[in-house]
């Protein structure tokens, strides 16, 4: 069974500092893994996906995440946050079956002025 | 949001009422789910179909139901058996349900309340 977990419900961080959200995952085969961005009342949007490579992986709004096998996660980050970047994230993992995905529990990320 | 659509925003429920949460998408896609958002739990699988005339249940499937006549459609029905539908309902799809690095692409959901 796939499972993945974020072990804080929220990060606080004043503009310009750097954020990182974490997420460590378990998986019986090859993991793919996912970030999703939610902003207020709206849908999940897409940030950036680990399939097999480079452990270091760029996706949208100037994030990026680290894959480390050996720790089993996949933390997302971010050199210089935003104001806009607070917002609801969240870690999703698939294992090598049909696509079922598994998503954490989410990680309410404030960024203060 | 791009290419999915989903209606209502809000809705309410009243006592043994049962109520159709509608999802469309134009990017041709065969696959389409439904999540269930509630606060701090994340979202969870409660239907999903690969492809027209076929879905199958996800985690939590009891209580809901859904059909999928046309590939653009995939409405689903909280059926009054669900005695706790307060959440956000949340429809995705993705073009390959085989194919482990493709992304969803989600609406932007529907508040369900129990009156």
């Known amino acids: 069974a796939q499972s993945v977990a974020q072990p804080e419900d929220q990060v606080n961080v004043a503009e310009g500092n750097p954020l990182t959200v974490k997420c460590t995952y378990s998986v019986s085969g090859n993991p793919y893994l996912f970030w999703y961005v939610q902003y207020p009342n709206r849908g999940l949007q897409f940030l950036l996906k680990?399939?097999?490579?480079?452990?270091l992986v760029k996706g949208s709004y100037g994030f990026e995440a680290e894959f480390n096998k050996s720790q089993t996660s996949f933390h997302l980050k971010k050199p210089s946050a935003l104001v806009s970047d607070s917002a609801l994230y969240f870690c999703?993992?698939?294992?090598?079956?049909?696509?079922?995905?598994?998503f954490g529990a989410g990680t309410q990320v404030v960024v203060t002025p | 949001d791009g290419g999915i659509t989903q209606s209502p925003k809000y809705l309410f429920r009243k006592e043994g009422q049962n109520v159709t949460l509608s999802c469309e998408q134009n990017l041709n896609h065969d696959a389409m789910y439904w999540y269930r958002q509630d606060p701090g739990q994340g979202l969870r699988l409660i239907y999903y179909?690969?492809?027209?005339?076929?879905?199958q249940k996800g985690d939590i499937a009891e209580g809901y139901s859904v059909s999928r006549e046309k590939k653009e459609s995939f409405p689903l029905t909280v059926t009054s058996a669900q005695k706790n539908p307060t959440a956000f309902y949340l429809c995705?799809?993705?073009?390959?349900?085989?194919?482990?690095?493709?992304?969803?692409?989600f609406g932007s959901g529907t508040q369900l309340s129990v009156l």
């Open positions: 995705a799809s993705n073009s390959n349900p085989k194919a482990t690095n493709e992304k969803l692409f």
């Open positions: 680990y399939i097999t490579g480079d452990n």
């Open positions: 999703a993992v698939r294992d090598s079956s049909w696509g079922k995905l598994q």
């Open positions: 179909s690969q492809i027209v005339n076929d879905f």
